[in-house]
């Protein structure tokens, strides 16, 4: 009995790094795929779309990192609120016209793979020399915390809360602003 | 067996951080340009989420709500600049502006 229980424990562990894996790679390759149409679709609508399947995912990718209540305020704020936005404006603007490609800056496309070439070099160089021990260098804690709204509220509304109140004027600020931006001035009146 | 570490997450978002890098340098339109500066601050998020578990403190999630907030604000500012912009040339390309070259 004994060793039957230990064995099943033992699959059961097994099985849930499976499972870690799985839920790890899944998202992560529908985020890069998603990150991929957002920069090479010809079609604004595509675009956001794949926008949203990167949020979307990353919101995934979030809960299996114990933070569900971040993972719901990105489905909501992200995937709601901000592609909301960003449609309308492309509805707006209109999704008929093709991009200009002339070059407008001399040798830009030589400047962009020099500055990226660099950028990649930078990051692969520290991702092998660190050879993935960060785990060694700082190890983690072994509990772990659920990012639940009654901790995080708990922590936000004691130690940030003034943070909390300039971010706060941060928003009425540029709601002012973008109403200043978009408000039509009437024809004929002074500007 | 391997398992899923912190280091995992964090070359998932330098990889997203480059692509999103990539967009901004290679398109034109003004729209695009600002969803790849979302997937920057995104991958900026999974930093900080995956930091967060890795040493157990909450402060993390509640940087991601302060990149949040300073995201959706810019994002409302700048669409409000792309849509005067775009009344005044039709146009999103960020290569016509001219109008603040003296």
Redesign the interface.
Known sequence: MEYVIQKKAKQWK?SK?VL??VL?AVP?SL??LG??I??FAKN?VH??MG?VL??AS?AV??IT???T??AM??IL??AG??MT??LF??M??GVD?P???RE??KGQ?LL?SG??FI??GI?SYV?IN?G?K??LW?P??D???E?TPN??AG??FTE?VL?FEV?SL??I???A??LA??YDTKPGKKK | MIEVSTDWYLTLAAILFSIGFLGMMIRKNALIMFMCIELMLNSVNLTFIAASRHFGTIEGQISVFFVLVVASAEVVVGLAIIVSIFKKQSSASVDLLRTIRG
Do not use: C
């Open positions: 097994k790094k870690d894996i790890f992560a985020v890069i990150a991929l957002v920069i604004p675009n956001s926008l990167t949020l990353l990718i979030y990192l114990n933070a209540f971040v305020v990105q704020v992200y609120a901000v936005l960003f404006v492309i707006m603007i016209k991009e200009q490609t407008e800056i496309t962009v500055t990226l950028l990649i990051i991702v660190s993935f960060w785990d700082f983690p804690v509990y772990s915390l990012g901790i995080i922590t936000l940030w943070p971010i941060l928003l600020v540029a709601t602003a973008a931006l978009a």
